[in-house]
């Protein structure tokens, strides 16, 4: 993993070197899958030869449609509590963005105000995504942490978040 | 110093019996603590020391009566005339509240102390604390023998003794009981992934920003801990947890605190925690879509996740360099960026550089402040590494920054030292596991039967099991101290199990030649003493010296020199209460708060100009100092004068920095003008400028009355002008050695000057003073 991003770091998002792991690992899942689309086979040919802009942007494009496919079937297997902390993370990011968004209209002059706003949501989401780590079935590490004790502790920071930021409001 | 062997044999009494000894240990650890720097009140008497303590008694007095509301909304017109200053939103206020609600806590339980005594004793309390927390650290760190050894380190460790000494009411006192503790509680969420302790850590920050400027060191070492594990490949979900609610929740309370405020948002030195946040979160995002995904469908999905990451990174810092490109000091502080550039505050900031703590240390100051733990580190080090654990990795990461930075600043001693001592606490614990190890294995071979050969380690090896049941009844006392130790090791084993394998091979490797580990033991308990034997020495003779009441040992006995509590008793009692009452700023503090009259400027050096000015003034011929010193209302100047009992930081010797300080703003000041040929002299070979400057006169007006001869005992020569008249000052007080000299400003006169006239005029308006006629000529000014 490490060595994707250093290379990533240091060829600066250049793709050329991604391409010959990516293109045979997308049609082996298309296969997988038990369908074979005619355009991935030819991208799998062009792209031992020669690399154009062109079949780049489409080959992304369908990479992202595989990769998209296979993230909403894997996220389908995860089960519902999860889920639900998923979405409250989502709704708390989204409103992070709908408040830096309205700093950037109206004005940050409230700077405070602001602060607490965008932190409360940031950390709202940061915790949960605790949370979601800890009451995750999969994370071997926190097998011997009770749901219970992992709740409860996420109220209590939470508690100790709003009431520094019901202090820090003004 | 407990020692470890691999006793596996059960009996929760012998652990409760441990836990208990542990807890006793601790228990005088603390009280060793504590009493090893009550040697200041025994030799001296209970009194705030030096400067800074001054100002933070005052605050606390204010704080104990009006009440915690007054105390933020604190405008003090007694400091800093005429702008007066907010110290509500200008002081760090953990140590204030902390001494405060100690005291309101201990009279509600009606015992009455009164507020200095409890601000005397709030150091050494704290320094029974930061050894306790040390000592959790390092239990953290390597378990609980290494733990007491640190704690027992220290307890005694010089470096802190010389900030902590009873009466040294400062910051760091409680700081560094905050800073052990944010790392501890940072190790423990690192160990445990608890969101429990990831709370506890962001409030254990929160005190931390409140008692001191220090806090910029943890809000950077940890990011760069962060970041290390991610480097190496060492990122887990616990590394989440201890980090992302400790930036959100810890930048949220640092602003809580006014003197931080948006600083904790606006400032570069907060800038790191936000990236690696960042940088966190896409990490933590690329795990957790390898965790779900299938290994090949996860390759397509780096490439797209990489080149988000990167772009959101790099829009990320254009941002933060657009930002910090915009503020003039590139959103730096001084003193932060003198620690990154050594030779910045020289440069560009003589208010910083001319603080004696401030200063590059010695390489003596090393050894007189870590002793022989300085050795003892690189072997910490080393053991840190085996096995390399997240904690660990923390501590060596811990003890490279602060070598730097207190190779920087001779102040950061102090964040050095915990880490000299941890690493020393484990590297002693380790050594003395291995001796003790190898005499256990061998002890019943010697008996039962000859042994085979000192350097057979492969029976020694079969034997561990079969002997370790009779090891561990030999030594019942140290055996049931490290049964926690190896229970926590074994925790820790647990976490990092790709390191499992090489170290419990390693151990049953490690078996030494007894009498060579008999050896070693005595040498180490040895070095043990040493250590003890410097300690004391440095908290009975170096560090407890209060410094507002001098000692010296001669010939025929104790000299105690009690001239500065003289002169501000002088000035409390003899003058108007709004006088003001101008000196250098060193001097300050201790004014307001000893003589409760208003000054110009202190120790809070918020206003360079204000400062400059007075550094003007001391600089400049005495007409163009009165008027400057009348500009400001000032009644009386104070200058503090070592030369008659040879007492080396007075005026004089910090004149240079008043001359730059003063140049730096009035350019008129030139420093080459107060030196000879690039060294700096007041005898006889003296510029001008320098024999004629208000600091000059006010230090050695009458002084040549004393000995005949002016023979400066500090500079060790004769004065170079003896005989001279003050036409603006007068000599109001004198101290008994000296040593602080008060002089009143002359009221402007009503007539046009003129030589004869002013004779009689002089003696007009200040019939009291009978040594002042005197033919005027001498004076070059007039």
Redesign the interface.
């Known amino acids: 993993m490490e060595r994707f991003i250093t290379n990533g770091l240091k060829k600066n998002a250049c793709f050329s070197g991604y391409k010959p792991l990516c293109f045979p690992s997308a049609s082996t899942a298309e296969r997988r899958r038990g369908r074979c689309p005619s355009a991935l086979t030819r991208l799998g040919l062009f792209s031992d030869s020669e690399k154009q802009a062109l079949i780049m942007a489409k080959s992304n494009a369908s990479d992202a449609q595989a990769l998209i496919r296979s993230l909403r079937s894997a996220y389908a297997a995860t089960p519902t509590n999860l889920k639900i902390i998923d979405l409250y993370v989502v709704f708390a990011i989204a409103t992070a963005i709908i408040q830096v968004v309205y700093m950037g209209i109206v004005g940050s002059f409230p700077f405070n105000s602001f602060l607490s706003g965008v932190l409360s949501c940031v950390g709202t989401a940061v915790l949960a995504v605790c949370l979601r780590i800890q009451v995750n079935k999969e994370n071997k590490e926190f097998k011997d942490l009770p749901p219970e004790r992992a709740f409860a502790d996420f109220v209590l920071c939470n508690l100790v978040l709003h009431l520094v930021i019901m202090n820090f409001l003004g | 110093m407990a020692a470890s062997s691999e006793t596996k044999g059960e009996g929760t009494l012998r652990k409760a019996f441990g836990g208990v000894l542990g807890f006793f240990i601790l228990l005088l650890i603390g009280a060793l603590a504590f009493s090893i720097r009550l040697f200041s009140v025994i030799k001296y008497e209970s009194v705030i020391h030096e400067f800074d303590p001054y100002f933070n008694y005052r605050v606390t007095q204010f704080l104990t009566k009006n009440g915690i509301y007054d105390f933020w909304n604190w405008f003090d017109d007694r400091t800093w005339y005429p702008l007066g200053r907010v110290i509500g939103g200008t002081v760090y206020p953990g140590l204030t509240l902390t001494a405060g609600s100690i005291w309101w806590l201990l009279n509600n339980l009606n015992i009455p102390l009164s507020v200095e005594t409890v601000c005397v004793f709030t150091a050494p309390i704290f320094s029974a604390n930061a050894s306790w927390a040390t000592y959790l650290l390092t239990k953290e760190v390597k378990g609980t023998g290494a733990g007491l050894t640190a704690a027992a380190l220290l307890a005694l460790v010089p470096s802190y003794i010389s900030r902590s000494v009873a009466g040294s009411y400062d910051n760091e006192a409680v700081a560094i009981f905050a800073l052990i503790f944010t790392f501890y509680l940072y190790t423990k969420t690192l160990n445990t992934?608890?969101?429990?302790y990831?709370?506890l850590n962001?409030?254990s920050y929160f005190y931390m920003v409140c008692s001191w400027g220090g806090y910029t060191f943890i809000i950077n070492l940890i990011p760069m801990h962060v970041l290390l594990c991610i480097?190496t490949?060492r990122y887990?979900?616990?590394l989440?947890?201890a980090y992302?609610?400790l930036v959100?929740?810890g930048?949220?309370?640092a602003?809580?605190v006014p003197v931080v405020g948006?600083n904790a948002?606006m400032t570069s030195e907060h800038f790191a925690s936000f990236l690696v946040f960042i940088i966190i979160h896409v990490v933590?995002l690329?795990?957790y879509?390898?965790?779900?995904?299938?290994p090949?469908?996860f390759?397509?999905?780096?490439?797209?996740v990489?080149?988000i990451?990167?772009?959101v990174c790099c829009a990320v810092l254009a941002i933060l360099i657009a930002l910090v490109a915009s503020s003039p000091t590139k959103g730096w502080s001084g003193r932060s960026l003198s620690l990154l550039d050594p030779t910045y505050a020289s440069k560009y900031i003589p208010i910083i550089a001319s603080v004696s703590e401030h200063q590059p240390p010695t390489w003596p100051s090393y050894f007189m402040d870590i002793n022989v733990l300085a050795f003892l580190v690189p072997a910490g080090i080393v053991a840190c590494f085996l096995p390399l654990s997240d904690a660990s990795s923390f501590m060596v990461l811990y003890i490279t920054t602060s070598v730097y930075f207190s190779g920087v600043m001779v102040r950061l001693m102090l964040v050095l030292a915990p880490a000299a001592c941890i690493m020393s606490g484990i590297a002693l614990s380790e050594a003395f596991d291995v001796f003790t190890r190898s005499i256990k294995l061998q002890l019943p071979k010697l008996f039962e039967s000859p042994p085979p050969g000192s350097g057979d380690i492969d029976s020694a090896q079969d034997e561990v099991v079969k002997v370790d049941n009779k090891a561990a009844t030999d030594k019942s006392e140290t055996a049931p101290k490290e049964r926690p130790s190896k229970k926590n090791r074994k925790k820790e084993k647990e976490?990092v199990e790709t390191t499992i394998k090489r170290p419990l091979k390693a151990k049953r490797l490690l078996v030494l030649p007894l009498e060579a580990s008999a050896v070693a033991i005595l040498l180490l308990i040895i070095l043990g003493a040493f250590y003890v034997v410097h300690c004391v020495w440095a908290a009975a003779e170096a560090y407890s010296a209060p410094s507002i009441v001098l000692t010296s040992h001669s010939h025929d006995g104790l000299h105690v020199f009690d001239d500065f509590r003289e002169a501000y008793a002088w000035l409390r009692h003899n003058t108007d209460v709004d006088d003001k009452v101008a000196s250098w700023w060193d001097y300050g503090y201790q004014t307001t708060a000893m003589a409760n009259r208003t000054v110009i400027v202190d120790n809070n050096t918020w206003n360079n100009t204000h400062i400059a000015t007075v550094g003007t003034a001391m600089s400049s011929p005495e007409k163009p100092a009165w008027e400057i010193f009348n500009s400001l209302d000032v009644k009386y100047v104070l200058v503090v004068f070592g030369g008659l009992v040879g007492y080396p930081s007075d005026d004089i010797n910090k004149f240079l920095w008043m001359v730059r300080i003063g140049g730096g703003v009035f350019p008129h000041i030139r420093e080459p003008d107060y030196l000879r040929d690039g060294q700096y002299r007041i005898d006889a070979q003296a510029t001008p400028t320098m024999l004629n400057c208000l600091m000059y006169k006010l230090s050695y007006y009458r002084f040549v009355e004393t000995d005949g001869k002016g023979f400066d005992r500090v500079r060790r020569t004769e004065i170079g002008k003896k005989h001279f008249k003050l036409t603006h000052f007068e000599e109001v007080f004198t101290t008994h050695h000296w040593m602080v000299r008060i002089y009143k400003l002359k009221p402007p006169k009503n007539r046009i000057r003129g030589k004869s006239k002013k004779s009689k005029s002089n003696s007009k308006t200040s019939p009291s003073n009978s040594r002042r006629h005197g033919n005027l000529r001498k004076n070059p000014w007039q």
Do not use: D, E, N, Q
């Open positions: 992934g608890s969101l429990f990831a709370t962001a409030l480097v490949g887990s979900p616990r989440y947890i992302a609610p959100v929740l930048t949220l309370l602003s809580l948006f948002v933590a690329v795990y879509i390898k965790g779900i995904l299938s090949k469908m390759k397509v999905a780096v490439t797209l990489v080149t990451g990167i772009a976490i």
